[in-house]
Every structure is written in C-alpha cells, then in structure tokens.
C-alpha cells in the first residue's frame, strides 16, 4: 500500500519570504499522481499543485513550485513570497492512475504553516 | 458554476445512533468520493461512486454505506454510530472515476458521537 509521510507538522514563515514543506512517499508503481492542498480554517481542501510522475520537469503554479525526485521518493513544496493567506495546513497526497476507484487519494498528516506578518 | 456543497455543517449524535450525511456534487461532475478526517489527521478514503454504482471502497467497515442519486448527489450513511467516528467528513467530486482528472472538495461535515 501506498504511504505518504509529512515529517514537519508546523513550520513558520517570515511574509514575503520562502519557506519549503516536505513530503516523502513510498510506492512500488512507477506512473503516479502526486499533489499538494491546502486547507484553511475554512475546511475546505484547496489543490495547490500536482505532479504527473511521468514528466522530468517540476510544475510550477505562480508562487508555489515543486521539486520532485522520483528516485528518492521525494515531492517538496516551495512557497516564494509568503503571503499571510498562505496560512493553512498542507497535505501532500498521491494518487494511482489504476482504472478503479479504489486506488483514490493517499494523505499525509499534514504540515500547518504559520505566516508571520 | 456552483461548487461541492455538504449538508449539514455540522452534526452531533450519540453512540449508537444513524447518520446520514449529504453532498452535492459540482455541475457536469459524475463522480463522488468520501472520506474521513479525523483531528489533526490527514483524510482518509472511505468509498467513491460513479455514475450512481460504488466503484472503490477503502478499510472502512461495512456499516460505512453510501448512494448516489441520478443528478449525481451523494449521501453518507453511518450506522451504529462509534465514538471514533467523530471527525470531519469531507465529499469531493470530479469529472472522472481515475487520475487525472481533479477533485472538488466540499467544506465538509463535522460529526460529533457523544
């Protein structure tokens, strides 16, 4: 089975400064979805960014980046000028592109980002 | 365009007790998925329907049971209620049973067992 293990649960962050979550996971597929949420006070789940494993090239969503390594096992989240609505929990998740719905979405436990004004 | 939406926000029942626990999926989305956020845990999957038939299912007992509806609404039901099943329970909905294709999240329900 599919594990997803977030090592940091808090980690703060300096506005307008760069800040980097991390996220292992362990697999045997070699074809993957990987992903990052945000979730705010308000509860709902935000995606952030996500990850094909097939591509070489790291993904990229404005002020959040990615740097995936597929050998190690390895999908952290960097976030460039902190902004105080970044604050939230993180959670990293994977997915399997099997046909089936039960192979859906693998959580972490999460990281809770403090931004300091 | 209207989002995923959950009813109620929030619940509190007493051990052993029925729940059941609504979502509506977003316009021109097929598919549900449920899961189970426990405090300070990461969500996890408990079933996901398409086009009204269960199509996956994770460790979750059997009293865990769900519908999805022919506009593709789906409801939660939890039976004999346990007081570990208190927790978040959040509905996403997507266009598609597989990856790639993106989940919707709802703003979630949070049940209280007493």
């Known amino acids: 089975a599919q594990t997803v293990t977030q090592s940091q649960p808090e980690m703060s962050v300096q506005e307008a400064e760069t800040v980097t979550l991390s996220c292992t996971y362990d697999?045997?597929?070699?074809?993957?979805?990987l992903f990052w949420y945000k979730q705010p006070p308000s509860r709902q789940m935000i995606l952030v960014i996500r990850q094909e494993a097939y591509k070489q090239q790291n993904a990229t969503e404005n002020r959040f980046s990615v740097n995936f390594q597929k050998a190690a096992k390895s999908f952290s989240l960097k976030i460039s000028d902190s902004q105080l609505g970044d604050a939230a929990m993180y959670f990293c998740?994977?997915?399997?592109?099997?046909?089936?719905?039960?192979?859906?979405?693998?959580f972490g436990t999460g990281t809770r980002l403090t931004v300091i004004p | 365009e209207t989002g995923v939406t959950q009813s109620p926000t929030h619940l509190i029942k007493t051990r052993g007790q029925q729940v059941t626990l609504r979502c509506s999926s977003q316009s021109g989305h097929n598919t549900v998925s449920w899961y189970q956020q426990a405090l300070g845990q990461g969500p996890q999957f408990i079933f996901q329907?398409?086009?009204?038939?269960?199509?996956g299912r994770g460790n979750f007992p059997p009293r865990f049971s769900g519908l999805q509806f022919p506009n593709y609404s789906s409801e939660l039901n939890v039976n004999a209620l346990e007081l570990d099943d208190s927790a978040l329970y959040l509905c996403?909905?997507?266009?598609?049973?597989?990856?790639?294709?993106?989940?919707?999240f709802g703003p979630g329900t949070r049940l209280t067992v007493t």
């Open positions: 329907y398409y086009r009204e038939e269960e199509n």
């Open positions: 998740a994977y997915r399997s592109p099997d046909q089936t719905g039960a192979n859906n979405l693998f």
């Open positions: 697999t045997s597929e070699s074809d993957y979805y």
């Open positions: 996403a909905s997507s266009s598609g049973p597989t990856a790639p294709y993106e989940q919707y």
